[in-house]
């Protein structure tokens, strides 16, 4: 079992944590295995999904851990550092980027070509730069990889001016068939890996997801820390 254990000490996770994953869930090994700050309850990780087995092995808890006093909630925590250690492996030249290199928030979408939703959030792409707000987007068709929304996804990947292209598929208008090496496939598990389960989908800096449109207005204060979001 290949597992990331922290904090890194000798003895590692205690067998019987080991043992009780092993049975829980055959053949998948944990992203990460660590203390909680709950004495005798470990954190596994398995991607951004988070469940906590006590030292013996014999408790399985699904939910987020909240400290009570501070209000802070450390399974969500956990979450959000996943996203922000998997979104820091994509280098920006694989995205299409809309707005300046000195915006002050950066948003990464995973987006469709097709869907009603990521159509409105591109039609407003002009109001989000004015914000401040520079929008990356990352592939996600829905349909997965045999699909008409893939193929419109390498075709602009694959154009001179990916941002000239990415707007007129947007707004339905054919774009050249066009075919080359590219990160949609890989960005499309990625963005399953995040937690992604429709588009448009939001990654704030932070590592929050923020699923669905949500409008220039709004997602600035999200973002100045007005909304929890």
């Known amino acids: 079992m290949s597992i990331l254990w922290q904090p890194a000490v000798a003895e590692g996770p205690p067998a019987k944590v080991v043992a009780a994953l092993e049975r829980i869930v055959p053949g998948i090994a944990p992203d990460r295995i660590r203390m909680s700050v709950l004495p005798g309850l470990y954190e596994v990780s398995f991607g951004p999904s988070i469940v906590y087995v006590s030292a013996d092995g014999r408790y399985l808890i699904q939910g987020d851990l909240v400290e009570l006093d501070s209000g802070k909630n450390h399974t969500r925590d956990r979450r959000r550092e996943h996203r922000r250690e998997r979104m820091a492996t994509v280098k920006e030249n694989d995205m299409v980027v809309f707005g300046p290199e000195n915006a002050k928030h950066t948003v990464d979408v995973f987006t469709d ?16 730069n004015r914000l401040g707000i520079r929008i990356r987007y990352l592939a996600f068709p829905r349909a997965g990889v045999s699909s008409s929304s893939y193929d419109k996804w390498v075709s602009v990947w694959c154009s001179g001016d990916k941002q000239i292209a990415m707007s007129k598929a947007k707004n339905g208008s054919r774009i050249p068939e066009k075919k080359c090496d590219n990160p949609v496939e890989k960005q499309f598990a990625l963005g399953r890996a995040v937690g992604v389960r429709g588009t448009p989908s939001l990654i704030l800096e932070n590592g929050q997801l923020v699923p669905g449109y949500v409008q220039p207005l709004e997602l600035l204060e999200i973002l100045e820390g007005n909304k929890t979001g």
């Open 113 to 128: 070509i097709d869907c009603p939703y990521c159509v409105r959030l591109h039609n407003q792409m002009a109001e989000y």
